[in-house]
């Protein structure tokens, strides 16, 4: 397999998982990528890696351009697997390889494989505002705790333009076009939206506060770690403003009902309500949690003003799929 030029020596390396359709409990129709980009100047680095069943597709990747044992710096940007599965085996390979990441990526590497506990000299630990020269472009970090976790960080190349922000502005989608002009803008837009509600809706805070940094920096092409690269213009825009938008909570006047229902008694009172939205010209969408799994609920209801929830009574309680569903949006 091949890798893939984004701008001069800056390529996708990553893996495609089309038959992913499950990713931690959000249901994932379109699959996903995991991607990993390889930077060549005097030193040659490779952005993150690939879930750890993907390694023979990333490396590949690597081979079409250089010899892998080659690489100098790893940066890794966030530990989850998705993006750290990988590592140990390119390490395998590039044994004179340093890591680059924060102190939480790197107390979370020790900790989640075993071979990196003891070997404290591998690490090269940098927080926001360090810069790391490797010829005639440099890497410069950004650390954006909780976008998703403690570790999350992004690495900016100044030269290019190019910011990889790791999960932040993901989305779940396998396809081969790797930009964004290559798909639907409206399949494009919706997976990101479903990818917000799902993973970084708990992390609204933390978001606005990446865009602080994010406005002093002058980019022009976004290379998430799931999905399609960010590069056309309008697209780019329109996605920083969503983002701003679904981080304050921003809601649009409209109304998601959902409900289980044992007998239909329950759905006649979730169709009434949708009468009386209908009733104020209030938007509304209905959905009975038999038919509709929770992310795509989520999907649906984080730019909602109102949000209705029904269920019978089950054995003294409420439908399990009800309270699925709440334990699920109490965590996001
Ligand atoms: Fe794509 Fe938080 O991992």
Redo the contacts with the bound molecule.
């Keep these: 397999m091949l890798a893939k030029e984004i701008k001069k020596d800056i390529f996708w390396v990553g893996a495609i998982d089309w038959d992913l359709r499950e990713f931690h409990g959000y249901r994932t129709p379109k699959g996903s990528s995991y991607n990993s980009y390889l930077v060549i100047d005097k030193k040659t680095v490779l952005i993150d890696t690939v879930k750890e069943y993907k390694f023979d597709e990333m490396l590949s990747r690597i081979k079409s351009i250089i010899d892998p044992s080659k690489i100098d710096y790893i940066v890794i940007n966030?530990v989850?697997m998705?993006?750290s599965g990988s590592l140990p085996k390119i390490l395998e390979i590039a044994k004179n390889a340093k890591i680059i990441s924060n102190k939480f990526g790197i107390e979370e590497l020790k900790k989640h494989f075993f071979s990196l506990s003891e070997n404290s000299d591998i690490f090269i630990e940098i927080k926001t505002g360090d810069k790391i020269n490797i010829g005639s472009k440099n890497l410069e970090f950004i650390q954006i705790p909780m976008v998703?976790?403690p570790d999350s960080m992004i690495t900016f190349v100044p030269e290019y333009k190019i910011l990889f922000p790791?999960?932040a502005f993901?989305q779940h989608i396998a396809h081969d076009g790797l930009f964004d002009y290559c798909i639907e803008k409206d399949i494009l837009f919706h997976e990101a939206k479903s990818y917000y509600a799902n993973?970084v809706l708990c992390y609204g805070n933390q978001v606005q506060k990446a865009f602080e940094y994010l406005a002093k920096l002058d980019f022009d092409t976004i290379c998430a770690?799931?999905g399609m690269i960010w590069t056309k213009k309008e697209f780019l825009d329109e996605i920083l403003s969503k983002y701003k938008n679904w981080a304050e909570n921003l809601t649009e006047k409209k109304a998601v009902i959902i409900f289980d229902s044992m007998w239909h008694s329950t759905e006649k009172i979730a169709y009434k309500i949708y009468e009386a939205f209908e009733q104020q010209n209030i938007f509304s969408v209905i959905l009975d949690l038999k038919y509709n799994h929770v992310s795509d609920v989520m999907t649906e209801l984080i730019d909602a003003e109102y949000i209705c929830v029904g269920s019978p009574t089950l054995n003294n309680n409420m439908m399990p799929t009800v309270s699925g569903f709440l334990t699920y949006m109490k965590g996001l």
Aim: proline share 0%; glycine share 8%.
């Design positions: 966030h989850e998705d993006h998703h976790w790791n999960d993901g993973i770690s799931h």
